[in-house]
C-alpha cells in the first residue's frame, strides 16, 4: 500500500492540547503566548505488528516518543494553512503488553524566522497536536480526551530575534516523574482537552479544519540529530570572570 492510499480520506484522530484557549475568530484573537505541553497515552499490545505506521502533525513544533525511545519531529516549515504532517513507523519501539507515547509539543506564540502562527478560530490556532494510525492498522491510536497532558517544564526567556527565537529554559523539577514508564500512575496527570475551528455553521476538530485547511505531507526527509557530550577542560590559567546564571543575560 503507498502511502498515499494509506492515508486518504479525513484524519480519525483529534485535535489535543493541555487546555482550550478561549473562543476567537481570525479578526480577534486571544493571546499568542508560547506554551509547551506534554500528552501521553498508554495502550496494550498483543502481538507487535511488523509496522505500525502513523501520521503527526502539530502548531507549531512536536517530538515523538514511543516507550522512551525518540522516534521523530516535526513538522517541516509550512503556511499555517499548510500545516505540515510526518509519517512515522512505530513498530521497532513496540513491545509486548502495556506501551506509551510521549509527545513533547511547543507553541512558538511569537512569529519568527522559520514559524508563522494561524490566524485563530474556535479553540484552534494557539497550539494543538493531531496523531492516528492508519485505518487498516491492527492497532489504533488516535489523539482524543483519553490522552493526557501534564507540564513540560519548560519556559522562554526573551523575545524572538531576526535569527532565532527565544532561548529555552527547562525546569527538571517541573517534569512528571516516570515519564516513559508505562505502568506509571497517571492520576496526577490532567486529560486532554479537544479543540475544534468553529465557524460558518461547521464544528471542525480534526484536519483538515481552519486555520489548518490543506495539511501537507513532508516533502523531504527528516531531520537528523547528534548528541554533543559535555567536555572537563582541566587547565591550570587563573580564572578572571564568572558567568551569570541569569539565562537571559548570558544569551545577550
Known sequence: MTMEERWRGPWRGRWI??????????WKSTGTEAHSVLLRHTFTVAEVPQDLPVRVTCDSRY??????GFVGRGPIRSE?????WDEHDLAPHLTDGQNVVV??????????PWWLPAAPLGTLGRGSFCLET??????EILTDDSWRSADAGRDTAGE???????????????????????????????????????????????????????????????????FLEPLILDLDIPVQAELTNGPVTTWA
Open 63 to 68: 517530538e515523538l516518543y514511543l516507550n522512551g
Open 160 to 226: 524572538s530575534g531576526m535569527h532565532s527565537f527565544p532561548p529555552e529554559v527547562v525546569d527538571g523539577r517541573r517534569l512528571p516523574q516516570d515519564l516513559h514508564d508505562p505502568d506509571a500512575d497517571e492520576t496526577a496527570w490532567a486529560a486532554a482537552v479537544v479543540l475544534a475551528g468553529r465557524g460558518h455553521g461547521t464544528v471542525l476538530d480534526r484536519p483538515p479544519a481552519a486555520p489548518y485547511m490543506t495539511p501537507l505531507r513532508r516533502p523531504i526527509p527528516a531531520m537528523t540529530r547528534s
Open 103 to 112: 509527545a513533547l509539543c511547543h507553541y512558538y506564540g511569537q512569529p519568527g
Open 17 to 26: 492540547w493541555d487546555h482550550a484557549p478561549e473562543e476567537a475568530f481570525w
Open 134 to 139: 492508519s485505518a487498516d492498522a491492527t492497532i
Open 80 to 84: 499555517p494553512e499548510h500545516l505540515g
